[in-house]
């Protein structure tokens, strides 16, 4: 089989990747989609179970730190694309342990940005795309000013909690480790697109919910909580606000900027959905109860408040009109209905956290591939 063209997609085997990997591997079997991964603790390839054995897959452990590596699998593929989502993503780890995420977020773009450089520049870049997928954290953070909350906030164009938003021209003044690692990346692509002329496209989306979330995060580590009726540590006193998208929304957005978006162009995408972490985590109980089968409110006294994240990042809030406007792009789910496939997902593929709490899958890729 010939294929069209091959693309490379990074961090395929984490939370948003395997779900970017599964929609292009499925919608365009005239691609072959090469998924490169380190399969850090967060690449799991059980994630992708579905679409392992499709002819037009094919997965290649590396790490995109490894210049002589990248560059080999970029030319020996004649490859024409990257959409690059491999990170360090957890903020928490991020506080801990800064320098690997200076290392894979900055110096892992860094070296896809060099190693797709010198095999593209060449050919004056004809038909290549380098997309940069990164998040509104970079912004930093927006005020609460209404902290109560103004349930008739879109009729008026604000938010719930406050009337800005982070725009595709807000300024960058990222607070924590991982979004100044992040930020610094999406620096470096411009720049490549400035300075050598590479066909770049950037987006900031905010905060993903669905399945195959990494157990670390909010969601899926209370959803799991709940199952084993363990505390659910709130930060501070839950006040924070994000603004959530379902995952497979943000894979459409990814294909659509992928091949519609304008070179050296940034995108914001986003719900348009903010939510005060406590008012979250109530539906999550309510809604883990009723699936359980278990009496509403079982599980209220779960919730325990704990000591703040460090720097803590009050509101997030995504205005992604622009996206709207010029490439059609809105989310496709209600929240409610988001929330509900979610937590189902979770409580049905209870092997699946198992597994991913327990450390398994590690065990099995040392076998299969050795250690890290
Ligand atoms: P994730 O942590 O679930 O997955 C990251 C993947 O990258 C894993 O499969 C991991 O093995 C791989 N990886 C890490 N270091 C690597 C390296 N050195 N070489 C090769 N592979 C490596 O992350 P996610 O939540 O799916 O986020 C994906 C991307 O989207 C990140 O760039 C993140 O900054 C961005 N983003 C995430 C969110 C969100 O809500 N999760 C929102 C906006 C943007
Ligand atoms: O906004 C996009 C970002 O969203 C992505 O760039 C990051 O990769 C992704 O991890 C996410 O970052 P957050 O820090 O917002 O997500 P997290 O799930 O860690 O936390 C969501 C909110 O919940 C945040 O205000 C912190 C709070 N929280 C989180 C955890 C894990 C708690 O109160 N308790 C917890 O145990």
Redesign the pocket.
């Known amino acids: 089989m010939t294929y069209d063209r091959t693309i490379i997609i990074?961090?395929?085997?984490?939370?948003?990747?395997?779900?970017v990997t599964r929609l292009f591997v499925n919608k365009y079997p005239n691609y072959r989609i090469i998924n490169?991964?380190?399969?850090?603790?967060?690449?799991?390839l059980a994630?992708l179970k579905d679409v392992e054995d499709k002819p037009n897959y094919k997965f290649i452990k590396?790490?995109?730190?490894?210049y002589e590596d990248i560059r080999k699998i970029i030319s020996s593929n004649d490859v024409s694309g990257i959409i690059?989502?491999?990170?360090?993503?957890?903020v928490d780890r991020s506080i801990v342990d800064p320098f690997t995420f200076a290392?894979?977020?900055v110096m892992?773009t860094l070296t896809l940005l060099q190693s797709a450089r010198e095999y593209w520049e060449p050919k004056g870049y004809e038909g290549c795309r380098f997309y940069?997928?990164?998040?509104?954290?970079v912004y930093g953070a927006l005020e609460l000013t209404k902290p109560e909350g103004d349930p008739s906030a879109k009729e008026c164009g604000g938010g719930p909690f406050g009337d800005d938003f982070f725009t595709e021209t807000t300024r960058y003044q990222p607070h924590s480790p991982?979004s100044a690692a992040?930020a610094s990346?999406d620096h470096f692509v411009r720049a490549y697109h400035d300075t050598y002329g590479m066909p770049t496209v950037v987006?900031?989306?905010?905060?993903?919910?669905g399945p195959?979330?990494?157990p670390e995060?909010l969601i899926p580590l209370f959803i799991n909580n709940i199952r084993h009726r363990k505390p659910l540590p709130v930060y501070g006193k839950g006040e924070n606000v994000r603004d959530w998208?379902y995952?497979e929304d943000?894979a459409r957005a990814i294909d659509v900027i992928f091949h519609q978006g304008k070179d050296g162009d940034t995108y914001n995408?986003g719900g348009f959905n903010e939510w005060k972490n406590i008012d979250l985590i109530k539906v999550l109980i309510r809604t883990a109860d009723r699936v359980l089968g278990r009496p509403e409110g079982a599980d209220d006294d779960l919730i325990t408040f704990v000591t703040d994240r460090k720097g803590h990042d009050m509101r997030y809030a995504i205005d992604s009109t622009k996206l709207r406007d010029e490439l059609g792009w809105e989310p496709s789910l209600q929240f409610e209905e988001g929330i509900e496939k979610t937590v189902r997902w979770y409580l049905d593929n209870q092997e699946w956290l198992d597994s991913v709490t327990s450390g398994d899958y590690l065990k099995y890729y040392e076998k299969m591939y050795g250690a890290n």
């Not at 690059?84 to 957890?90: F, G, K, P, T, V």
């Not at 940069?132 to 954290?137: G, K, P, V």
């Open positions: 990074t961090g395929g085997a984490g939370f948003i990747g395997s779900h490169i991964d380190k399969l850090t603790y967060a690449g799991n994630n590396a790490d995109i730190c490894d690059h989502l491999a990170a360090e993503s957890h290392r894979t977020n892992g940069h997928i990164s998040t509104d954290e991982y992040k990346s987006t900031n989306c905010s905060n993903n919910y195959y979330q990494f995060k998208l995952v943000h995408i």
